[in-house]
């Protein structure tokens, strides 16, 4: 059975520009989270989808949004980027929920100069 | 709102001795606890998790403790083993999809 898949791991971007990451979950889990981890913060929690419905959100500005399509596959966008936006940004999958075993991806690991 | 103190932030100890990571959390409604190890430049794993109906639940060398009272969650490493090395998160969950992490434990087994 495949993992957890992000795309892309690294990528370089410069202060106000915009963002899209992608997570595909493992195959028959429907529920993605998405979260934040950096040195000093650890791991954040960004927000949730099951069945293309957010279920909820974590203290981040607006400019952090998302989405989930039908195949459960999951995308977030960052807008006008800021320095500190530099993070690993993590998602994982589970079967149900945030409630039982979260199976995480590698991470996209962004820099924004 | 959800919140989660996690100490120590760093812990060494000696291969052998025990291993203990204490989590303190605010919300009363919370009923789910997990703790994820991070080894380094690898993705967290669920190690063990307990629920609030349950006061205690071990895995081989791994035991979580849960006392709702106090609203503390600790775990517990007997017999540390040099790839217990690694960052361990605790969480916090009430139950409406949003998990709320600690800022993480930095556990080093000195051989």
């Known amino acids: 059975k495949a993992g957890v898949t992000q795309t892309p791991r690294y990528l370089i971007k410069t202060r106000g520009q915009q963002v899209t990451l992608s997570c595909s979950p493992i195959s028959g889990h429907r529920s993605v989270s998405w979260y934040q981890q950096t040195p000093g913060q650890g791991l954040q929690f960004l927000f949730e989808y099951f069945s293309e419905t957010q279920r909820n959100k974590g203290n981040f500005p607006g400019r952090f949004s998302g989405r989930q399509f039908s195949n459960s596959r999951s995308e977030m966008n960052v807008s006008t980027l800021e320095l500190g936006d530099s993070a690993l940004y993590l998602c994982a999958s589970s079967l149900k929920g945030t409630v039982g075993e979260l199976f995480f991806g590698e991470g996209s690991r962004l820099t924004v100069l | 709102g959800e919140n989660v103190e996690q100490h120590p932030s760093t812990l060494s100890v000696q291969e052998g001795d025990s291993a203990v990571i204490k989590c303190t959390y605010s919300d009363s409604a919370s009923n789910y606890f997990p703790w994820y190890k991070q080894e380094l430049g690898k993705r967290p794993q669920l190690i063990i998790d307990?629920?609030?109906?349950?006061g205690e639940k071990k895995d081989q060398r791994i035991a979580v403790t849960l006392n709702k009272t106090a609203k503390h969650f600790s775990l517990h490493i007997t017999e540390t083993q040099p790839e217990d090395s690694a960052v361990y998160f605790c969480a916090e969950d009430f139950g409406n999809e949003k998990l709320t992490f600690g800022t993480g434990t930095r556990l080093t087994i000195i051989p």
């Open positions: 307990i629920r609030s109906n349950v």
